[in-house]
């Protein structure tokens, strides 16, 4: 099946500093969403990127399919973004399910 | 609108016991997705539902069971509790179409003891 590595696995930062967290994938895709999961476990939907580049206040994200891989982009970062950020990607058509990730936990610290 | 409801929260089990998740998808969303997130283990994909039928499911034993009614919902089930099975459980919903948006219940903490 397919393969999917984020970098960094763990990541410090300073309020009011950028981060790029990269997810690679194994295989070609027709679905790829980043989350946050809150400290309570919920998965926050960030993006709906199987390509081309998206923006959302201080997030945004880029997708490159044809070289299998993806970016968030957090500028300004808040204490609030700390968490862990999940890829998680669907390929082919028969099968419907996302794989996800081992993610990147983000501590932003003031 | 309301989003995916997953209950309950929490759940506390002894082994060899029966645990019994809920979960409700959005509303308009035919397919159900059972996830299972165990310390260490990351998101992994138990079990897929659409329009009441089993659509597929992922590397657990079969006392990881569920099923969906006629209005979507679904319920996953899981048989003779073992310690590792502790971990949270989360369900997602989304329309069945190839470029599909998968969105997210709270979960359902389950502890087994």
């Known amino acids: 099946g397919i393969q999917v590595e984020q970098s960094p696995p763990d990541l410090i930062l300073q309020e009011g500093a950028n981060s790029t967290l990269r997810c690679n994938f194994s295989?070609?895709?027709?679905?790829l969403q980043w989350f946050h999961q809150n400290p309570w476990g919920q998965l926050i939907n960030l993006f709906y990127?199987?390509?081309g580049t998206k923006q959302n206040g201080r997030l945004s994200a880029t997708t490159v399919a044809t070289e299998r891989y993806s970016l968030l982009y957090i500028s300004s970062s808040q204490t609030t973004d700390s968490g862990v950020y999940f890829c998680?990607?669907?390929?082919?058509?028969?099968?419907?399910?996302?794989?996800f990730g081992k993610g990147t936990k983000l501590s932003v610290i003031p | 609108e309301a989003g995916v409801t997953q209950s309950p929260t929490h759940l506390i089990k002894t082994r060899g016991q029966q645990a019994t998740l809920r979960c409700s998808p959005i509303?308009?969303?035919?397919?159900v997705y059972w996830y299972q997130q165990a310390l260490g283990l990351g998101l992994q994909f138990l079990l897929w539902?659409?329009?009441?039928?089993?659509?597929n499911r992922g590397n657990f034993p079969p006392r990881f069971s569920g099923r969906q009614f006629p209005n979507y919902s679904s319920e996953l089930n899981v048989n003779a509790l073992e310690l590792e099975d502790s971990a949270l459980y989360l369900c997602?919903?989304?329309?069945?179409?190839?470029?599909?948006?998968?969105?997210f219940g709270a979960g359902t903490r389950l502890s087994v003891l």
């Open positions: 990127i199987p390509s």
């Open positions: 295989d070609s895709v027709n679905n």
């Open positions: 539902y659409d329009e009441g039928e089993e659509r």
């Open positions: 997602a919903s989304s329309l069945r179409v190839v470029k599909n948006i998968q969105y």
């Open positions: 509303s308009g969303h035919t397919s």
């Open positions: 998680a990607v669907k390929s082919g058509a028969g099968s419907y399910q996302l794989t």
